[in-house]
């Protein structure tokens, strides 16, 4: 087992491209699944933190409506999304020298799943997660997803900000026409 790296012994560059695939990671699960953003960007001064919009829902969630489970359930694939897009990032390449042993950009994910948990109730919250982060990690490693995260991650690290537009010609020219 690999020890704690300090974050702060980690380069900036390095840390914001980590962000930039966490977002991406919200954003190719989300659109795989018909949420679509309104912008995500890397918040300054150094955009090693970041925050993906998601266009709101038309209606709310009501009790023992089937089809608010399955919303619900994946807004926890999508939230999940963000840690195993970072983990694509820190499993490979430069981010591999510098994986820091323990991520701690997920607690706002987290945070951020406990209403669809409280209304999902499930038996065992921490299967139910580990079942929704194994979705979004097969999402992000199809081929064409993974191309379209890493076109999003790099315009993100490189502007700071993506809008709903290109992050949905991105994804789209990765898919076969």
């Known amino acids: 087992m690999r020890a704690h790296i300090d974050l702060d012994a980690i380069p900036v560059e390095i840390r914001r491209a980590a962000c930039a695939h966490h977002e ?3 954003i190719v699960v989300g659109w795989h699944h018909r949420r679509y953003i ?17 266009l709101p829902y038309q209606r709310g969630f009501q009790p023992g409506r089937k089809e608010d489970a399955v919303r619900a359930e ?11 897009g970072e983990m694509i990032y820190w499993n490979a390449g430069e981010g591999l020298k510098w994986y820091p042993g323990e991520i701690q950009s997920h607690h706002d994910d987290l945070e951020q799943m406990r209403p ?5 109730r499930p038996q065992d919250q921490a299967a139910f997660r580990d079942r929704c ?7 992000l490693y ?7 995260q890493k076109a999003i991650a790099r315009a993100l690290f490189e502007r700071r900000r993506v809008d709903a537009d290109e ?7 990765e898919l076969p026409r």
């Open 38 to 54: 309104t912008h995500a960007w890397l918040r300054p001064p150094h955009g090693i933190t970041g925050e993906t919009c998601f």
């Open 116 to 120: 669809y948990l409280a209304f999902l």
């Open 133 to 139: 982060a194994r979705a979004a990690t097969a999402i």
């Open 74 to 84: 994946v807004e926890v694939v999508i939230l999940s999304a963000g840690y195993c």
């Open 24 to 26: 991406a990671g919200h």
């Open 142 to 148: 199809d081929p064409r997803m993974l191309a379209a």
């Open 167 to 173: 992050t949905d010609a991105m994804i789209r020219a």
